[in-house]
């Protein structure tokens, strides 16, 4: 029990004391309200304890824990995911009834449907029983809806559902929450002949239990085989549960619609409806498909310019490394993937459709901005309510005012950056019922036997869009006064998959969607294929760090990170260029590194570190508790690879400075070798940074033969971890050469930096690198740098890399053209810039000995 410090034991002893036991089950009763802090940071221990006594699932009788975020996930899938158990959790209040049984009802004032769900580790959550109901509510019937001619249904169905006949088909309500009003938008419900359109829900209760939806269907005499679900109130992952539901129980695939169905003028296409029944804009998703062991995935969108490339079911080509995705509540353009799917899973806004930009986690450039204006006056039309700009991705502030002048360019109305959220919300203290307490309406008893009788299963990625990483709400629109429904305005020619109830020409679209609807996205960690082991080279030996003096500032009353050596003041003058002679690291000869470190490595990291990285451990909890991806499990402790982060962003010396370690990497070090296949794996665990990277050579370095080593066109693979600035204002002094790179997967290591550091990126080892341009100075002063241009070698199969190097190198002159506008006053001298040196993929070569 999770219960206040103050609270009498021997009442919460009485209350626990009379629960009836479910066996395999782990029972946790929330009785504080901080119950959800709690949760949060004893996920792990909750899933090592149950498991120590041999029990397979976990009840949290938190209320609400199970209910539907705004953003169409359920904060108990959180717990399971951490517990790495199954969780069973409610969506409502919940009871301990005088009998001993955990009760879950509505909350007060509230005729939605509520019950426990069976939440699983990877897999979409599903009911685990029957909603609470009280004994007051009406029975099941089957009537016509208030003021209208519909004619009843003939058979009554086996489920708490009414039915409600339309002219295109059937409206399905829950009994308890029946339409308070007549909702005119229905009479719109249309489909092409020989399709039966299934309108579920209300504005109040939008969706049913996907049980008795599919028993209710299957009673109604309707064809099998051409049924078109619609839940226009629902969330984009109910509507597939019920879809999910309904094809598994038919055996066969069946269709689901964005909106509520309509027939336009060039065919069959959609609307989008407000809480009072109004029709409004037309989505640019219109058809869902599910079908027995298959995902949820697009069936029929609208069709887009005859110029456009189409990437996938309801993906368009928008321009280099991002892809124009047709979403429930709009369209979605993003960036290459991975991707965390949440815009997928957003409901629909009655007011006008979004227009989201970006993917979590991962910043939006300027030049997004600057390509999305040509690409607004491309997109098929919107009809009079326009586009809402919504920026899902994170915003730098000077990137703020170009992307609010876009908005106002082209008439958008803008909301701003989504700023995403990540613990669950706290659920209610459980209420301890009593025979004189008086719910009202009071709840029907749910027994505890049929949980342990009926084993519920995983279900299978059909049921369920499955639903993302928590995200804020999203505000509701206020919905207009009624008004007569609009006439259909022409809509734009659709596009899709095929299927009897299409009447366009169908495109058909592969099986592998890229909105095939599972969570986790999982990445496939490349095996490590033997290959050859580097070829070392001769370097010069690093100069020893000072002895560490000071430390960089940390939290108050937490454990400070490692201390950082000390370092000789910034040169006075530009030191002289030497020539050298240099070896390229070719992609042939540096060997792939593993996706992830293994248990030898993470120990020789404890034991390399020593003393630092119980140091490192206090901060790298500190960032965990704002990054939850970087939180250790049981079976997965990440803390060595997270503490290799930590010390080469600080550059502490420990166990070598960044120089000593490219070193080592580029000369097959084995001492360190664990050291950089951690830092590579905590790396991959961070945020990824698209666009510009800037780095320079070492001072004294001659341009002249070190710009002959980078021809264009050229792959160069650096075997250390390469380190550079995203900031514009970022000056690196004394430089000859600079080097740009376009980044595609560099990390962000913003979240291990203290004080007033400049936004970091950092290459894991091994990262290849194309040569795109040479610019070197042709000026008379050495003020201006040469400078080489190049872009991170990530093309996916498939993808031209001519094309894409063509899209970085505009992007990269781009950037600079932005950096040189910047007023030398403002600029930021970096400290420290030797961090910042490195010439990625060219090692610099020893001079012979003299004879």
């Not at 069973?88 to 769900?117: F, K, M, T, Y």
């Not at 007549?182 to 002949?193: D, N, Q």
């Not at 039966?196 to 049913?208: D, F, N, R, W």
């Not at 990440?638 to 502490?652: F, N, Q, R, S």
């Amino acid at each position: 029990m999770i219960a206040p410090a103050g609270a009498d034991a021997s009442e919460l002893a009485a209350a626990v004391r009379g629960l009836q036991p479910l066996p395999g089950s782990l029972i946790v009763v929330a009785a504080a309200p901080d119950s959800a802090a709690v949760l949060r940071d004893r996920m792990a221990d909750l899933g090592l304890l149950a498991r120590a006594r041999g029990v397979s699932t976990l009840v949290l009788a938190a209320s609400g824990l199970a209910a539907l975020a705004p953003n169409g996930r359920r904060p108990a899938e959180v717990v399971a995911e951490r517990a790495e158990l199954p969780v069973i959790a409610p969506d409502g209040l919940v009871e301990i009834s005088p009998d001993g049984e955990l009760d879950v009802v509505a909350p007060e004032g509230s005729s939605a449907p509520v019950s426990w769900w069976y939440c699983a580790p990877g897999a979409a959550p599903r009911r685990a029983r029957r909603a609470a109901r009280s004994a007051m509510a009406p029975p099941p019937a089957i009537t016509p809806a208030a003021g209208s001619a519909f004619a009843p249904v003939p058979a009554r169905p086996p489920a708490p559902v009414e039915v409600r006949r339309l002219p295109a088909g059937y409206w399905l309500t829950h009994a308890a929450a029946p339409p308070r009003e007549p909702l005119p938008g229905l009479g719109l419900a249309a489909a092409p002949p020989g399709t039966t359109v299934l309108v579920v829900g209300t504005p109040a209760c939008p969706v049913l239990l996907p049980e008795d939806f599919a028993d209710t269907v299957t009673a109604l005499p309707v064809d099998p085989a051409r049924l078109l679900v619609s839940a226009p109130w629902a969330a984009p992952d109910e509507l597939a549960a019920l879809t999910g539901t309904l094809a598994g129980r038919l055996a066969r695939p069946v269709q689901a619609a964005i909106g509520l169905p309509v027939l336009g003028p060039d065919g069959p296409t959609s609307r989008i409806l407000d809480a009072r029944g109004q029709a409004h804009w037309e989505p640019y998703l219109l058809r869902l498909k599910a079908a027995p062991g298959r995902p949820t995935a697009p069936w029929a969108w609208r069709k887009g310019p005859a110029d456009w490339r189409t990437d996938g079911p309801a993906v368009f080509e928008a321009f280099p490394y991002w892809a124009l995705e047709a979403v429930p509540a709009g369209l979605w353009l993003r960036p290459e993937p991975p991707h965390v799917l949440t815009p997928r899973f957003r409901r629909p806004e009655p007011a006008r459709p979004l227009l989201i930009v970006g993917e979590r986690d991962r910043p939006v450039a300027a030049d997004v901005f600057e390509e999305l204006g040509n690409l607004l006056d491309r997109l098929p039309t919107t009809g009079s309510e326009g586009f809402g700009l919504l920026v899902h991705g994170l915003l730098e502030p000077d990137t703020v005012p170009v992307a609010r002048f876009v908005a106002r360019l082209h008439d958008l109305d803008w909301l701003g950056p989504e700023q995403p959220t990540t613990a669950p919300p706290a659920p209610a203290p459980v209420w301890y019922g009593s025979p004189a307490a008086t719910p009202a309406p009071p709840p029907q008893p749910l027994s505890a036997q049929p949980l342990a009788a009926q084993p519920v299963s995983a279900p299978t990625a059909t049921e369920s869009l499955a639903p993302a990483v928590e995200t804020a709400p999203t505000p509701t629109p206020v919905s207009p006064q009624p008004f007569p429904a609009p006439a259909l305005t022409p809509p734009t020619r659709l596009a899709t998959s095929g299927g009897p109830d299409t009447t366009t020409t169908a495109t058909p679209a592969p099986a592998t969607a890229a909105a095939t609807a599972t969570w986790p996205p999982s990445e496939p960690e490349p095996a490590p294929a033997p290959t050859p082991r580097p070829v070392p080279v001769p370097v010069p030996e690093p100069a020893s760090a000072a002895e560490p003096t000071d430390e960089p500032a940390a939290e108050p009353e937490h454990e400070q990170a490692p201390p950082l050596p000390t370092h000789p003041d910034e040169p006075s003058a530009r030191p002289v260029p030497t020539a050298l002679r240099y070896h390229r690291f070719r992609p042939e000869e540096v060997p792939v590194p593993p996706a992830t470190s293994d248990a030898a490595d993470r120990d020789a990291v404890r034991a390399l570190l020593g003393e630092y990285y119980h140091r490192c451990a206090g901060r790298v909890e500190q960032v965990s508790t704002r990054l939850p991806a970087l939180r250790s499990t049981a079976r997965d402790d990440i803390k060595p690879d997270l503490a290799a982060v930590l010390m080469h962003h600080g550059d502490t010396g420990v166990p070598a400075d960044r120089a000593g370690l490219v070193a080592a990497a580029r000369g097959g070090d084995p001492e360190l070798a664990p050291f950089l296949r951690c830092l590579g794996s905590g790396l991959r665990r961070l945020p990824s940074h698209h666009g510009a990277v800037l780095l320079g050579a070492p001072g004294g370095t001659d341009p002249v033969a070190l710009l002959a080593e980078y021809a264009v066109g050229r792959v160069l693979v650096e075997p250390g971890p390469v380190t550079g600035l995203s900031a514009t204002v970022a000056e690196l002094p004394y430089t000859p050469v600079e080097f740009v790179v376009w980044s595609a997967t560099g990390r962000r290591t913003a979240a291990f930096a203290a004080g007033t550091d400049e936004p970091q990126v950092v290459f894991a080892p091994g990262t290849s690198f194309t040569v795109l341009a040479v610019l070197p100075n042709d000026s008379d002063g050495d003020d201006v740098p040469s400078r080489v241009l190049l872009r991170e070698s990530t093309d996916p199969e498939g993808a031209d890399p001519a094309a894409r190097d063509r899209a970085a190198l505009t992007r990269l002159r781009a950037w600079l053209d932005r950096r040189a506008r910047i007023d030398p006053a403002d600029r930021r001298t970096v400290d420290r810039p030797e961090r910042f040196h490195l010439t990625p993929g060219v090692a610099p070569l020893p001079e012979p000995a003299a004879t």
